[in-house]
């Protein structure tokens, strides 16, 4: 199994940004995605995430109404877009897998990494002016 994200890289305050991540040894449809990111000298933190089946979508307090998480089950790949970036926004983003089978639907706390047993190796995301 392997998740690989990129898009990752340096915008200035106020910029967009769009991360992919494709997914590739795994059933893409039996899955929820989740990202996750880790800020330099931070704990890693949820983001958002996508269920399967009906596409929900979840999203910590500091992204929403800034991000939007999708995902395209043809390419097996999920989307972060990113608007409005903020130098807190800075961090190593992560896109992780937590399977469902084919009932689908989020975990009990979608935004728990412990639910999530495969993972990306992350892109680095560098908000500056």
């Known amino acids: 199994v392997q998740l690989v994200e990129s898009g990752g890289g340096l915008v200035q305050p106020g910029g967009s940004l769009r991360l992919s991540c494709v997914a590739s040894g795994l059933t893409f449809d039996y899955h929820v995605i989740g990202w996750f990111r880790q800020a330099p000298g931070k704990e890693r933190e949820p983001v958002a995430c996508?269920?399967?089946?009906?596409?929900?979508?979840y999203y910590t307090d500091s992204v929403k109404g800034r991000f939007t998480v999708s995902r395209d089950s043809a390419a097996q790949t999920s989307y972060l877009q990113m608007n409005g970036l903020k130098p807190e926004d800075t961090a190593v983003y992560y896109c992780a897998a937590h399977y469902t089978g084919s009932v689908g639907g989020p975990p009990r706390d979608p935004l728990d990494e412990i639910y999530y047993y495969y993972w990306g190796q992350g892109t680095r995301v560098t908000v500056s002016s």
């Open positions: 996508i269920t399967n089946g009906e596409s929900q979508t």
